[in-house]
């Protein structure tokens, strides 16, 4: 039962890192669509957010592979 125990714990852990990368390329996405929103221009601005969190969401697809990897 110790081994059932410690590799749901680990489990466990896995998951929140796997979790927390995804969460924080969640929050800049929001991040900057709330900006673009605020802009002067903000259909100019959404094209740009959009980019960017393209970029955002490939980090975080490489780092989630990268630490899978590991």
Do not use: F, H
Request: net charge neutral; glycine share 2%; charged share 35%.
């Amino acid at each position: 039962m110790v081994d059932r125990a410690r590799l749901l714990a680990d489990a466990e852990r896995r998951r929140k890192r796997l979790t927390g990368i995804y969460k924080d390329a969640e929050e800049t996405a929001i991040v900057l669509l709330a900006s673009a929103l605020l802009a002067a221009k903000p259909a100019e601005a959404l094209r740009s957010a959009q980019a960017s969190i393209r970029d955002v969401m490939d980090r975080a697809d490489a780092q989630a592979r990268e630490w899978c990897d590991d």
